[in-house]
């Protein structure tokens, strides 16, 4: 194994816009490309853009390392001798796919042992641990809304998925987004295969009005076909975390119910 290089990700060096050595991590910085990876790539590739980072975590797919992390990528002005810089696809705003969740993941794990940066969040700009873009300010390039907001609030599932705990699996990835059933949204969170699907899914909003949204939840098998499983009333101006079992499910649907504005969202888990 070569020093500085991700084995999880796909080695595919640039030529131009890095510094040969200089930098000791102990952050991680947490980049949205505001673009695609084909687009963020051809970017660093060009002396023109004076920019770079050591990560770029598609959408979908293994991560792609551009910088070996012993060498200093350009992409936090001020923090490049002491960070290792991950991009995102996708713009500010969007929530990370189950698949970069994985990807990151991996990548903070063996740098993790590779440099000693410890498993953590950090809001410092002087700490270690898992940091973003916008924390640094001008100093660090002056980026306020890098990567933005639902990509910082994925760093405690990336670290608890860095650390071994739960880690979204392929099914995950057609669960992600939002599901409009509010003010706000629900998130779906993971999706646990086996014999029996565990579905699982965090709802984060503000209740308008006096009526809690009540949610029908239906699952699909190949045997039954789709079948309401349960109701689910929220509670008001809540954050909170529900899931079900059921066995045989291969599909889920989710339902506001009720009020003639039924708004409804449905994915495969296979």
Partial sequence: MTAGRCPSARWAPISVNYTPGGCTPRLWILHIMAGTMAGTDAWFRNPASQVSAHFGIPKN??????VNTHDTAWHAAGANPYAIGIECEGQSG???????????????AWS????????????????????????????????????????????????ESAQGGPTPSAEDDDMQGFLRTGPKALTVISIKGGSAKEIQ???????????????????????????????????ANAKA??????????????????????AEVGWNLV
């Fill in 112 to 159: 993790a042992a590779e440099h000693g940066i410890p498993l953590q969040i950090t809001n410092n700009t002087g700490g270690r641990g898992l940091a973003y873009h916008a924390l640094g300010g001008a100093a660090w390039g002056g980026h306020p809304a890098c990567p933005g907001a639902p990509v910082i609030a994925a760093r405690p599932a990336i670290i």
């Fill in 201 to 235: 899914f965090i709802a984060d909003y503000t209740l308008q009005g006096t009526e809690a949204p009540t949610l029908r939840i239906a699952a699909h098998s190949a045997a039954a076909g789709w079948g309401e499983v349960t109701h689910l009333t929220l509670p």
């Fill in 61 to 66: 797919g293994q991560a792609r390392q551009w």
């Fill in 94 to 108: 969007d929530s990370l796919t189950a698949s970069q969740i994985r990807e990151i993941a991996a990548i903070l």
């Fill in 241 to 262: 975390r529900h899931h079900f079992t059921h066995g045989d499910v291969n599909g889920i649907s989710i339902r506001r119910a009720g009020q003639g504005d039924d």
